[in-house]
């Protein structure tokens, strides 16, 4: 009898250890899946960060600007300003309640994207940004996806665009992060560039 115990819990332990040793599931597109699961992970941990860039869209009246951008948690405050600081919005809150201010109005919504799109003239999706921004997939299916073998993001098709990231930054301290961004949705395309990622994983708010 007690051989018998014996025996059942060593295959226990085997089967234990089978599960936990299981390597992650191959998915096309997917150069090397344990260092995507990886890289993904450590990305998914990042819940304090910000960022200063540029953004140009690629419109015949092309727009220009500066993006600063601070996520502390699920609140973030995102400033989009043209030359000189003229036009473009600011954008804070949760996407529960979302403060946006463009010049002297103030408005508060629960659909963001829908409210930028009609104070620009056109598509900035600030919604899954904070995702892509990152480097990753935002929450939901998305249709195509390439990671090369560091796990990184190359390529993603989600939501009607596609996003392309041809370069990486790798700041101090930091998982490698989007140097530059690349986002098609076949009416409006634009390029983010990176210019500094900062306060990754530290605890600064949003400017007042």
């Known amino acids: 009898m007690k051989h018998l115990l014996l025996f059942v819990t060593l295959v226990s332990l085997l089967a234990g250890c089978a599960v936990i040793r299981q390597p992650p599931e191959a ?4 150069a090397d899946a344990a260092a995507w699961q990886a890289h993904r992970e450590t990305l998914a941990e990042l819940k304090t960060w910000a960022l200063q860039g540029r953004v140009a869209t690629g419109q015949l009246l092309g727009w220009t600007g500066n993006l600063n951008w601070r996520q502390n948690g699920e609140d973030f405050d995102v400033r989009l300003s043209g030359p000189m600081g003229a036009g473009g919005f600011r954008a804070s809150g949760t996407l529960d309640r979302v403060v946006i201010r463009t010049g002297d109005r103030r408005m508060v919504t629960t659909e963001p994207d829908a409210l930028v799109e009609r104070t620009l003239g056109w598509t900035f999706p600030l919604e899954p940004l904070r995702y892509w921004g990152r480097g990753l997939p935002a929450p939901g299916g998305y249709d195509r996806i390439s990671v090369d073998a560091q796990g990184r993001l190359v390529a993603l098709e989600q939501d009607g665009w596609k996003i392309a990231f041809p370069e990486y930054a790798e ?3 930091a998982p490698a992060l989007p140097e530059r ?14 210019d500094r990622w900062f306060d990754i994983g530290g605890a600064s708010a949003p400017d007042a």
């Not at 961004?181 to 990176?194: F, P, S």
């Open 27 to 30: 998915e096309p597109g997917v």
């Open 171 to 173: 700041p101090d301290g």
């Open 181 to 194: 961004i690349v986002l098609d949705n076949g009416e409006t395309r634009i390029r983010l560039v990176v």
